[in-house]
């Protein structure tokens, strides 16, 4: 896929997820690999009004190649793209869902969401758990690396952060991400009415 096409999907998923109240303000970020470029939104950028114009190209060692100043999450970014095979896109959200999901006590940092429906695992079978640093910090990339070496998936939950989820296109780590989100939702409404479920 071309840059240019790889940018006007992203614009349409950034849109939509606005508009579906998955993100507000400028806590979003997202990005995709073409070859060993990284593309990731701009620091400061909203969803809801982001434009062509609001990528950073960066190296997969970080190096800032052109455009704004990358989105201050651009690490964890790359190491989705350095230790996820296939992964070419990287959606990362403050969701209420999966904000909500990450604050609960859960036994297996590895597998952090029930699977009360069959789709989750279907999309990206297990999500991992991350711990709980604080937003950009080297603790948190680092926490991360950590979790996908032992998790080995494509779905993760930042501790009291929100999702990130990777995909081999950009409409499919949306597709992924919607599909976590909605999970974490399905979590939260039932483990809140202690309802017994079947596994």
């Given at each position: 896929?071309?840059?240019?096409?790889?940018?006007?999907?992203?614009?349409?998923?950034?849109?939509?997820?606005?508009?579906?109240?998955?993100?507000?303000?400028?806590?979003?970020?997202?990005?995709?690999?073409?070859?060993?470029?990284?593309?990731v939104t701009a620091s400061g950028t909203c969803f809801g009004t982001l434009t062509e114009d609001d990528f950073a190209?960066?190296?997969?060692?970080?190096e800032h190649l052109s455009g704004k100043a990358p989105s201050k999450e651009w690490p964890a970014h790359v190491v989705m793209y350095r230790l996820c095979p296939g992964v070419q896109a990287v959606i990362h959200i403050h969701g209420r869902a999966g904000v909500l999901w990450s604050t609960m006590a859960h036994p297996d940092p590895d597998d952090c969401v029930p699977k009360h429906t069959p789709y989750l695992e279907m999309r990206v079978g297990r999500t991992g758990l991350v711990a709980d640093y604080?937003?950009?910090?080297?603790?948190?990339?680092?926490?991360?690396?950590?979790r996908i070496l032992a998790c080995g998936s494509r779905a993760y939950l930042l501790k009291r952060h929100g999702a990130l989820v990777g995909g081999d296109s950009v409409m499919d780590a949306f597709y992924n991400l919607e599909e976590l989100e909605e999970s974490c939702g399905v979590a939260w409404e039932l483990a809140g009415r202690s309802v017994q479920t079947f596994k």
């Open positions: 896929m071309e840059q240019k096409d790889c940018i006007r999907q992203s614009l349409e998923v950034a849109r939509l997820l606005f508009l579906r109240n998955r993100t507000c303000g400028a806590s979003a970020n997202m990005s995709f690999l073409l070859g060993d470029r990284v593309f190209e960066i190296s997969l060692a970080g604080a937003p950009g910090s080297r603790e948190l990339f680092q926490a991360l690396e950590e």
